[in-house]
Every structure is written in structure tokens, then in C-alpha cells.
DNA sequence: CCAATTACATATCGATCGTTCGATACTAAA
DNA sequence: TTTAGTATCGAACGATCGATATGTAATTGG
């Protein structure tokens, strides 16, 4: 056993590396069982089909990010301090799951009905989050918009990419990069109200 | 000639809706070609082959976006107004273009080297309109940010989000989504020197 | 009107795809 | 030691893929 991971452990993450760098289609079973010296039909004796490698991987990624995010969106703070830790534990988060995020949001479209289904679960897990923390912000007064929704997509929206261009190359720390994203999605979300901003999340 | 739009032209069409629909790696020249009662061997003639037609796509089409926005980005107005009014109509115009844009944004994995190169100097050309007018923005006094690229790809995020999520069906109309949409963005640059906004763009 | 170019089609190639089958090795309980 | 289950494999299936070779019809410029 001279394997770190085996089985179907190993699959997940060659899978994950795999479906992130050349997408879900342009993955082949073959590849991944290639990459790791596996047998095709393993895989299959593993996850049943080619859409199960990517459930598998969609569950178990997601599960982790998803009751960590949760977790802080329960937490009882003041609706503002919870909200920025929210933001920026979602970024620090995702940074390690970059793979996989890339992969929830880049296949969505190829996926059987129920694929599809678990696919939706994910992402409506995770918008609803961000939209209980915007409630409390919003009913607390800090900010004043006409959608919860909108401002939770927003928010996605710049995390999502910020995931897809950053690559730990430019003259900013990782750090510096991280608070200029979360002072943007502060700032868009506070709008107007913007006095509410005592000091900086550090 | 029974129809509307003919040979190289409705390949485009044709292209769009499918690789907008299932990706790139998930049409194959047959679906094109049967989606429209032409040969395949056509559609080779037309474009060489398969990546022949996407990056007819991504020229064709991006080309009308860059050169809308390059203009806006070069209009003699006072910075935030031309800021203002280029968000506004990145907005609106990538609506019209929403299934090629998804294309942008979505295949960039898949493709040769020389693909790859034109699809990178679109997205750098789209990000340095923002840049630059972002940079007078900054020289102006209206922001203040340790770096103007980061605060373009948060706009960019912001904005491609957006036509990931958007489905004319919620309870507020196109423009009033727009508008929040625009105004998270707003608020999201302008920072801690929001006071320079007087009114709403409209 | 004719030659040349363009627009299309048929038929087919070899490669690769997802998937299955049937067989072995290993492991742990009985 | 038998047995049952689990892990693994090689070989092959039919379908589909991108691409091409070889044509014919339509259009057009001189």
C-alpha cells in the first residue's frame, strides 16, 4: 500500500483536479483512471457512472463549505460583524476549495435530472445563507435595498470570480487581495448607509 | 432560399444557441449541422473545424461589445458619469449577448493555443476599458483603491454573475434589476467616498 | 455562354467515448 | 478451509466524435 489515499478517495481528488482543469465533458473516465493508474471499470464499480465521479465530488465538497457558512450565519453576533465574517470566511473558504467550486459552477449544464437537482440544491443552500445574513442586516437598518436576492447574487458574483482570476501572482499579498473583495462587497452592500462602517474588517 | 438567414451566418446562430446550451465540449458538429439541415462537411468548409466556428463566434460577436464600450470609455464626461454610463451599458448590452458571453466565460478551457490567445486578448481588452476608466475615476478623487484591476474584475464578476443568474422572472422588472445591479457596483467602488454621488443614475 | 469559384451533400475514416462483462486477487468472517 | 464480499483488472461493445475525401449543384465574373 504504498498510496497515501486509495481507492476511492483518490478518484475524488484526481477527479476534482481533473474536471476543474478541462471540464466535465472534456474529462474522460479513461483520463482520470489513467492519471492514477487505475482501471477503467473500477471507477465504475466505484461510482456507478461517469456523472456519479461528479456527485461524489459535488456532495462531499460541498457539505463542508456549506455547514461551515451555516455555522456562521446562526452565530449570535451583531447582524454587521456577522455579515463581514460571513463574506470573508466564504472567500478564505473557497480559496481552498477553489477546485471544486470551479467545478460546481462551470458544469452545471450537463448534468442528468437528478444531477441537475442535487447541482441546484448546492447553490440554493448556499444563496440562502447569504440572504438570512442580508435579512438581519437589512431589518437592523444598515442597509436599505429593494431585494435580498439580488444583493446575495451580487455578492456570489464577485466571489465566484474572484476564485476564476486570482492567481497569487500580482504585487498584493493574498491577504491585501482578500480585503479589497470583501471591502467591495461591503461598501455595494451597505450603499447609501454606508456610515454604519465604523472601521474596517481587519 | 426559404430562409431568413443563410450558410455561414446561420451556422453562427446555430453555434451560439447550442455551445450557450451545453458548452463547447458538449455540442458536436452533428448537433449544429442537423439543428439545421445542413451537412456537416459544410460547416467544415465554412470554418475549418470545430473550434474554427467558436472563435468565429468570439470575434463576431465581441468585437461589437468592445467597440460600444471603448467609445463610452473615451467619451469627454466627467469620470463618474462616463464610469456611470459605462456599467449601465455593459449591463445592458451584455443582456443582448447574454448566450455569447456565456460562451466567453464558460469554454476558455478547451480550446488550442492560438484559441486561447484570442479569447485572452478579448477579456483583456474588456478589462482594460474598465481599467482605464476606473483610472480616472481614481485620479479624480471619486475612489480611492490600492488597485484598480482588482476593482475591475469585482465589476466584471458582478456583471457576468449577473447573466448567469437572471431569468426575467422575478417580481421587479429588467430595469429595476439593472439598476440595483448597477448601484451594488456603484457603491462597491466608490468605497468610503460615497459622498461624491449626488444623484441615482437613472 | 463558359469557366471558375462557391455552396452544399454522401459516405466513410480512425479515434475516442461511456459503459459492460467476465474474470481474478485479496481480505475477513465462519 | 471454505465462503462471501470487496477491490481490481483486461478486453471488448456499440455509439459518437472530429475530420476528410470525393463528389455534384448553384452562382457568378468575364
Not at 71 to 87: A, T, V, Y
Not at 119 to 129: H, K
Amino acid at each position: 500500500m504504498h498510496d497515501l489515499l486509495k481507492g476511492k478517495e483518490k478518484v475524488l481528488q484526481v477527479a476534482i483536479k481533473l474536471f476543474s482543469a478541462k471540464g466535465f465533458k472534456g474529462t474522460s473516465i479513461r483520463d482520470i483512471a489513467q492519471a492514477m493508474n487505475m482501471s477503467i471499470s473500477n471507477i465504475y464499480h466505484y461510482f456507478g457512472n461517469k456523472e456519479g465521479v461528479l456527485l461524489a465530488i459535488l456532495e462531499h465538497s460541498s457539505r463542508r463549505l456549506i455547514d461551515e457558512l451555516r455555522k456562521i450565519s446562526e452565530m449570535d453576533l451583531d447582524p454587521l460583524d456577522r455579515f463581514k465574517l460571513l463574506i470573508k470566511t466564504h472567500i478564505e473558504l473557497s480559496g481552498s476549495y477553489k477546485k471544486e467550486i470551479k467545478i460546481f459552477f462551470l458544469d452545471e449544464e450537463h448534468l442528468s435530472a437528478e444531477g441537475e437537482e442535487i447541482n441546484n440544491q448546492i447553490q440554493r443552500d448556499i444563496l440562502e445563507i447569504h440572504c438570512n445574513v442580508l435579512r438581519a442586516l437589512n431589518e437592523a437598518g444598515y442597509m436599505d435595498c429593494k431585494s435580498i436576492t439580488i444583493m446575495a447574487f451580487n455578492i456570489l458574483g464577485t466571489i465566484n470570480w474572484y476564485l476564476r482570476w486570482y492567481r497569487s501572482k500580482g504585487p498584493l499579498s493574498a491577504e491585501d487581495v482578500t480585503k479589497e473583495v470583501v471591502s467591495f462587497i461591503l461598501y455595494g452592500v451597505l450603499g447609501n448607509k454606508k456610515e454604519s462602517i465604523i472601521s474596517e474588517p481587519r
